[in-house]
């Protein structure tokens, strides 16, 4: 009895002693004990996606390291002075994409990426903060919902960057900023007449679009669209990943033993295609419990959004946490032939890129809305 | 105000909120079912496409069958070479792949596009053989370049080896790279990784055979259809099915008496076909000149194909079996065959021969093939001597149909049935014939010199090497006669040789046992005081023969004919066929010198020296190894007219 009392307040200390640390850090237990499993998951699927590559995993470790510096930098920092920064960041993003795609241009090739001899650096993912920022940010000064003057403005701060970066092109990216943007304006109360209107006047844009097109155009497009009607050339991937995770089936193959994965067959299988590593080795069953560690980020992400105060921490905390499941439901589709193939990664799973980073830099954002919260309302 | 805002604020984030998790469960669910139709549903669908991905069949091809004398003398064997092999669907831009290949001089660039052809009416996964048979310098070239050829690759293949050389191609026949056109004929699953198939000869006739059957392997490929170890804990499950060889075929031909063949023939264009007379088998069979068949399978550049084509020698043309010529006086013991068994003839009467016949109510003057009298002569004398006034007398008496249906029973003008594919029928020819062959009907009627002319072999009768050895037997064995075949049977598993049965041929019936004897008697005459005395002087055994020569032109009514005067082409065809032992023939054989001249000098030897081989079964006696070309002195020309 006495031992177990020992033991219940030896626990009941470390709980407290680790309280107090968090909340030192601005940090949230729940979200950091998500995180941290997904990381772990992340650990785990990248050992067998890189054919037993110890190195990757030494990069990962340090992505995620550089990734949670960021996000508890970031937690520190006050709504107040994030949406100071949020123009200066903008500002400077649009400025790096420029001189981005004026060297892809000059280069003639694609170009995503900035040498800055120590590290590369991909000005698109600052957007991908920057862009619900300055939206946040701008409604925060407005009344909601948004009137159609304030829309065009926004539409102008949302379309600006990921036209420059679907120019790169990197589509993937720029549907993401774009969704970033828009979910700011969706939480903000855009109208469902309007959303509606919007997505007519697209509808139309696109069937009138479609007359004036080339057929080589055309037929690209339809490829986009539909890749399995082209097997050898965009479609191999969905064809071989589809292949990866039907042969799965409930179980999976178990680790290291899926042979789409680990002959070779899998294209890009630690990057965009993980999600059918996963599906191929650890079954349907292992995907759910993804899915599952991933709402649970969702839910939490939301929850810490919804408590944080004022309109620009709202809109921003909840553009950020929905944003985190956009990436899941892009990657996720275009793997399992849902989507057309954009390049979007799964969300801290896929191995490589600055995206890590950035996430974790949004969480960490989210987290600081969250622990500032009483400090504005007092 | 401020509150109201923010009472109306929290009411939008909520809904906002509310809408978009929604949202977010029922895309999940959709992903869900997704998921759920690919790996429950259609599961087994998918894991049987994740197999095939990653084990590939690779083709083991069959060693090839080896093709033995009638004793298990290896003639034709395999040997390792190294060859460029080109798989499709792993290279990524074939011709341009070819382009550079070619620049680098390991194919010539006329070949580029029939290979292309040859590629793409392969599988997109069969490793296509481009390049045969590389020497050790290209094999350096292409190593140091081997990065610029995805998708090709250096493999050692087994391929065909010739230890004789040129000895009996014409009946072995060879092999090259399979064409176009053998891809429309074979079962290609089945020639999966096989570069070379038969083309002439045995190695044609019996490809199935000699091919065996290829067998497989299953390999861990990755995507790029490189084999790869497997990886992780993954345990495939590998199977392979090993080759079944080819049989190994054992001929009827007897190496060192085709080797006295060949050495005999030498130089000279001609044919030799030797036969045993009691079973048909193909004991030599040569043509000359002959060819080299490793040309073949290690692949002729298109000047070395042109250079064989194009020679005015025809080293392709298979003599034995395609040359078609004028039987000359070797046909004579047939038509004595047909007077004796239709009564024309009374073998005791001597008939006078002063060197010239007219057929009554004519003024044309039929001579002796090389002028003189032979004076009185019985058919014995007519045959040793080879008289053709006697047999001008003959066949003006039997008429052309009796000599046609006569000679039809000795196979004249139809196919042995030999056992490669070539042969030509020749020509018998008839009134029939005529009418058909000819358009104009001032030709088409037979005259009655044209029958005279049938009795000693001359005019339209054409036959082949092959069939007068053929006939040879059938005399020999007396009106028996057997399906000549150059594979006598199989090795087996066990080195056991297994012989097939001789396969009998319609031979001569009705003709009497004293008939038979006659003309033996009157071969035999011709090879101990007739036109071939001089290869019967001193041959340890009886050589019943018959010499011929076919006429390559027609002799001018007037004019005296000299072998010397006319050019090398335009002489004479030398002609000899002979069977012995004579009293229990062992070996029939023909011989065939193109211009040779006359069938006693030029032809006779040579067939004396295959007969030796065979029958000796030790190197020919010295004396009888007269060089072929050389004119023997002292050769029965003062008896006058040989043939």
Redesign the interface.
């Known amino acids: 009895m006495i031992l177990d009392d020992n033991r219940d307040s030896a626990a009941r200390r470390t709980f407290s002693a680790t309280a107090r640390l968090l909340s030192a850090l601005k940090l949230d237990g729940p979200l950091l004990v998500g995180l941290g499993l997904l990381t772990v998951y992340a650990l785990i699927v990248q050992y067998?996606a890189s054919?037993?590559s110890l190195e990757t995993i030494l990069r990962t470790l340090m992505r995620i390291g550089i990734g949670a510096f960021a996000m508890i930098a970031l937690a520190h920092s006050s709504p107040n002075f994030l949406r100071s920064l949020a123009p200066w960041l903008y500002g400077a993003g649009i400025l790096l994409l420029l001189v981005v795609d004026a060297i892809g241009y000059v280069g003639k090739g694609a170009q995503r990426w900035l040498d800055l001899g120590l590290i590369r650096f991909q000005p698109s993912e600052i957007m991908k903060l920057a862009v619900p920022m300055l939206a946040a940010s701008f409604m925060h000064e407005r009344?909601?919902?948004p009137d159609w003057r304030n829309l065009i403005v926004l539409a102008g701060i949302v379309i600006l960057p990921a036209a420059l970066v679907a120019m790169q092109p990197d589509l993937g990216t720029a549907v993401l900023i774009f969704a970033t943007g828009a979910?700011v304006v969706?939480?903000?109360?855009l109208q469902w007449q309007v959303i509606g209107g919007l997505a007519c006047a697209g509808t139309g844009a696109a069937v009138i679009g479609w007359r004036f097109l080339h057929d080589y155009q055309r037929q690209r497009i339809r490829i986009f669209l539909d890749p399995q009607s082209d097997p050898l050339g965009s479609g191999y991937h969905i064809i071989?990943s589809?292949?990866?995770?039907?042969?799965?089936?409930?179980f999976g193959?178990?680790w290291?033993?899926?042979?789409?994965a680990?002959?070779?067959?899998?294209?890009e299988r630690s990057t965009d295609f993980i999600f059918a590593v996963i599906?191929?080795e650890f079954?349907?069953l292992g995907?759910?419990v993804l899915?599952l560690l991933y709402?649970f980020i969702?839910s939490r992400a939301?929850f810490l959004a919804?408590q944080s105060s004022g309109?620009f921490a709202?809109l921003l905390g909840?553009s950020l946490a929905?944003t985190f499941?956009v990436y899941v439901?892009i990657n996720?589709?275009m793997v399992?032939?849902?989507l057309p193939v954009v390049g979007v990664p799964l969300p801290l799973i896929s191995y490589g890129g600055t995206s890590v980073v950035t996430l974790l830099a949004g969480f960490g954002i989210l987290m600081g809305l969250y622990s500032h919260r009483k400090l504005v309302n007092s | 105000m401020r509150i109201k805002d923010q009472w109306n604020e929290q009411r939008i984030y909520s809904s906002r909120t509310f809408a978009a998790m929604l949202i977010i469960g029922l895309l999940s669910l959709a992903l869900l079912g997704k998921l759920a139709y690919l790996q429950i549903i259609r599961h087994d669908y998918y894991l049987e496409l994740s197999q095939g991905n990653r084990v590939r069949q690779d083709p083991i091809p069959a060693s090839r069958g080896l093709i033995l004398d009638r004793r298990g003398r290896v003639l034709v064997d395999n040997e390792p070479a190294f060859q460029l092999e080109l798989i499709r669907e792993q290279t990524p831009d074939l011709p341009g792949t070819l382009q550079r290949l070619a620049k680098l001089g390991l194919i010539n660039q006329e070949d580029i596009e029939p290979l292309k052809r040859i590629i793409h009416s392969r599988r997109s996964f069969d490793s296509v053989p481009i390049r045969l048979r590389l020497s050790d310098e290209e094999i350096g070239r292409f190593a140091v370049h081997r990065y610029e050829f995805e998708g090709v690759e250096l493999r050692a293949r087994q391929t065909r080896h010739y230890p004789y050389g040129e000895l009996g191609v014409h009946a072995l026949g060879y092999v090259a790279a399979v064409s176009e056109d053998d891809l429309d004929r074979i079962d290609k699953p089945g020639y999966a990784g096989t570069t070379l198939i038969g083309k002439l000869g045995v190695e044609s006739a019996y490809e199935t055979q000699l091919h065996g059957l290829n067998g497989y392997q299953q390999i861990l490929v990755n995507a790029q259809g490189r084999s790869v170890k497997f990886q992780g804990a993954y345990q495939p499950d590998l199977r392979a099915e090993a080759p079944v060889a080819g049989r190994d075929l054992v001929l009827a031909l007897d190496l060192p008496t085709q080797q006295a063949a060949e050495a005999a023939l030498g130089d000279h264009r001609g044919a030799i076909v030797a036969l045993d007379p009691t079973n048909g088998d193909v004991l030599a069979l040569v043509s000359h000149p002959g060819f080299d068949p490793s040309l073949f399978s290690r692949g002729l550049t298109r000047s070395e194909y042109s250079q064989l084509t194009n020679n005015e020698d025809k080293p392709l043309l298979n003599r034995a079996l395609r040359g078609t010529y004028p039987s000359g006086s070797t046909i004579k013991p047939v038509m004595a065959l047909a007077g004796l068994t239709y009564n024309l003839i009374d073998p005791e009467r001597r008939e006078f021969c002063n060197g010239s016949f007219h057929l009554p109510g004519s003024s044309h003057m039929y001579r002796e093939g090389k002028g003189g009298k032979h004076g009185a002569v019985d058919l014995v004398d007519a045959l040793a001597r080879s008289c053709d006034v006697y047999f001008y007398g003959l066949a003006a008496q039997l008429g052309v149909e009796r000599i046609a249906t006569f000679a039809a029973q000795f196979g004249i003008g139809s196919l042995t049935g030999i056992d490669i594919s070539g042969e030509k029928p020749g020509l018998l020819p008839t009134p029939e014939w005529k009418k058909q062959a000819f358009r104009r009907p001032q030709d088409q009627v037979w005259f009655p010199g044209e029958t005279v002319n049938f009795g000693i072999g001359q005019g339209y009768l054409l036959v082949t090497p092959l069939q007068l050895a053929h006939m040879t037997a059938e005399l020999a064995e007396r009106g028996r006669s057997y399906r000549p075949r150059l594979v006598m049977g199989v090795r087996d598993a066990n080195g056991v040789i297994v012989r097939n049965p001789a396969v009998a041929a319609s031979g001569a019936t009705g003709i009497s046992a004293a008939n038979w004897d006659l003309v033996l008697r009157g071969m035999i005459g011709a090879t101990t005081y007739g036109t071939a005395a001089l290869i019967g002087k001193d041959a340890r055994y009886r050589i019943a023969g018959k010499t011929g020569t076919a006429q390559v032109f027609t002799v001018a009514q007037n004019a005296h004919y000299n072998a010397k005067t006319v050019a090398e082409r335009l002489r004479d065809h030398a002609w000899f066929i002979a069977f012995a032992p004579a009293e229990a023939p062992r070996i029939a054989i023909s011989v065939l010198v193109e211009n040779g001249g006359f069938g006693a000098s030029a032809a006779a030897p040579l067939a004396r020296r295959v007969m030796d081989a065979y029958l000796l079964e030790g190197p020919a006696p010295a004396a009888t190894t007269t060089p072929a070309a050389a004119t023997p002195a002292g050769a029965p020309q003062s008896a006058g007219a040989t043939q």
């Not at chain 1, 969706?186 to 109360?189: D, F």
């Not at chain 1, 290291?256 to 789409?260: D, E, L, R, T, V």
């Open positions: 067998s054919g037993q009344r909601l919902p979910l969706l939480m903000a109360g071989q589809q292949i990866a995770i039907g042969s799965g089936g409930l193959k178990g290291m033993n899926g042979s789409q680990q002959l070779d067959f899998l294209p599906g191929e079954g349907l995907l759910i899915l709402l969702l939301v919804s309109t709202r909840l929905l499941f439901l996720a589709g399992t032939g849902l």
